[in-house]
């Protein structure tokens, strides 16, 4: 299989990987596809410029973005592109509500991994979510326990119904989601906040959950209330880019 | 890139070549991402964009002129004081777009 298909079904299957490319010099056009794991693909043209980039593979996928740089060579400096392709980001959505549909829409737009959990078969209708990536009609602290989330992912709570929000919150607060919204007025985040810290959360805990949820522009309609969460999302996920140690 | 394989797909499924532009080097403001990525087909057809419009139409003049010779070639595209109908960036910003032949006529 020819180096960019296998790029392009890394990228489809949502694998970290990154193409190389030498952009000037004798070897224009060579290009070596990385994996985290250390293997390569393909070839530079130049053993140098290889072992040097290859000595480097750590440092690109730790920044997760493309990186063009300047390789030294006996032969004068050679211009490199080094492409690194990340999983998307992942948007669990838990209330499978009218909000959710419109959100499911936007996120989709901006390339998120749409996944929405309700336990209410009623609401959790394929007719409703066909444009989700995945419907799960399951309690949502299990699936959101079984999905493992991680630094790309992202919760967001809608039901109105304690009884699925809160353990859904409590799993979510115990992984290292990106971002985690729950939709509520301050008095029920106030009841919500007392709920999960007698279920052993902490301040710190607490204090990553966004709500009231979304950026305040005044929503009102569930559209509206969508595009303010989905604009929340994203302030929190360009953040995150910019100080990958965190905040 | 994620965003363009299912048109890339569809291209090569109509035995379409097609030739990828991606965004190499940013200097000062510039629309888009390093690693912005346009696809064109052999008909000329488009998908995605390196610089949000700017400089689109020249990228798939030099797209299908590629199509012909084949391999690759690094283009700069910059603000032009010279003539005004020379493409150029609104912005200000000048960026470096590395332009390859991506998946060859099929044999």
Not at chain 1, 31 to 46: E, F, R, Y
Not at chain 1, 122 to 129: K, M, Q, V, Y
Not at chain 1, 169 to 196: E, V
Not at chain 1, 239 to 244: D, G, L, T
Request: net charge negative.
């Amino acid at each position: 299989m020819s180096l960019h298909r296998q790029f392009e079904d890394a990228i489809r299957l949502g694998r970290l990987v990154a193409l190389a490319t030498v952009l000037t010099g004798p070897q224009m056009g060579h290009q070596l596809l990385l994996w985290p794991d250390g293997t390569t693909a393909g070839s530079l043209g130049d053993p140098l410029l290889e072992t040097a980039l290859q000595a480097r593979t750590e440092e690109f996928f730790a920044g997760r973005k493309p990186v063009r740089l300047t390789q030294t060579h006996p032969a004068g400096p050679v211009e490199l592109f080094v492409d690194v392709q990340t999983p998307p980001l992942r948007l669990f959505i838990v209330g499978a509500v009218h909000t959710a549909a419109a959100l499911v829409t936007y996120a989709k737009v901006l390339g998120f991994q749409t996944i929405v959990v309700d336990a209410r078969t009623a609401f959790a209708t394929p007719e409703r979510f066909g444009h989700a990536d995945q419907l799960i009609a399951r309690w949502p602290a299990e699936v959101l326990a079984e999905q493992g989330l991680d630094e790309s992912s992202c919760v967001v709570t809608l039901t109105h119904d304690e009884k699925f929000d809160n353990p859904a919150l409590a799993a979510a607060l115990r992984s290292p989601a990106l971002y985690i919204g729950a939709l509520g007025s301050q008095k029920t985040h106030a009841r919500r906040r007392a709920a999960l810290a007698a279920d052993g959360l902490t301040d710190t805990d607490l204090q990553r959950i966004h709500a009231p949820i979304g950026l305040r522009i005044g929503a009102r309609r569930p559209e509206e209330i969508a595009l303010s969460i989905m604009a929340e999302i994203i302030a929190v996920v360009n953040r995150a880019e910019k100080s990958p140690t965190g905040s | 890139m994620r965003e363009l394989l299912p048109t890339m797909e569809r291209w090569r499924a109509e035995q379409k070549p097609i030739v990828l532009a991606t965004v190499v080097k940013l200097y000062g403001s510039a629309p888009l991402p390093l690693g912005a990525k346009m696809a064109v087909s052999a008909a000329g057809e488009m998908a995605g964009s390196v610089s949000g419009g700017c400089v689109e139409g020249a990228v798939v003049q030099e797209a299908l002129a590629l199509l012909q010779q084949g391999g690759s070639k690094l283009l700069t595209y910059g603000i032009t004081d010279e003539l005004a109908t020379t493409v150029g960036l609104a912005c200000g910003g000048t960026i470096e777009v590395w332009l390859e032949l991506w998946e060859e006529a099929p044999r």
